[in-house]
Nanobody
Framework: QVQLVESGGGLVQVGGSLRLSCVVS????????MGWYRQAPGKQRELVAT????????NYADSVKNRFTISRDDAKNTVYLQMNSLKPEDTAVYSC??????????????WGQGTQVTVSS
């Protein structure tokens, strides 16, 4: 069973920073992608950032480019989201997700439970 546990959320003032962490555990053959999504009250879930494990390529939502950075530590089975210059519109529940293979032929996608980020003005 694959499990993702996020941490690092909280309350921060406008312009502040937070770093989210997501620890991955379980029996996994291969992880292909890791990412962060967010969902604000009354809004649809949106992609924040993704990273391709094979080549390290990253992708960001336009709204967070040059402010947020996704990274990973393979030794710690952890994916991070460094968030700088936070704005009130960044307030949301942030969830991490991974996609890959449980074994050589069975794909999977897993999600964490989410962590609340609140930016106060």
């Amino acid at each position: 069973q694959v499990q993702l546990v996020e941490s690092g959320g909280g309350l921060v003032q406008v312009g502040g920073s937070l770093r989210l962490s997501c620890v991955v555990s379980g029996s996994i053959f291969m992880i292909n992608t890791m990412g962060w999504y967010r969902q604000a009250p009354g809004k649809q879930r949106e992609l924040v950032a993704t990273i391709i494990t094979r080549d390290g390529n990253t992708n960001y939502a336009d709204s967070v480019k040059n402010r947020f950075t996704i990274s990973r530590d393979d030794a710690k089975n952890t994916v991070y989201l460094q968030m700088n210059s936070l704005k009130p519109e960044d307030t949301a529940v942030y969830s991490c997700t991974i996609g890959g293979l449980i074994n050589t032929w069975r794909p999977f996608t897993s999600w964490g439970q989410g962590t609340q980020v609140t930016v106060s003005s």
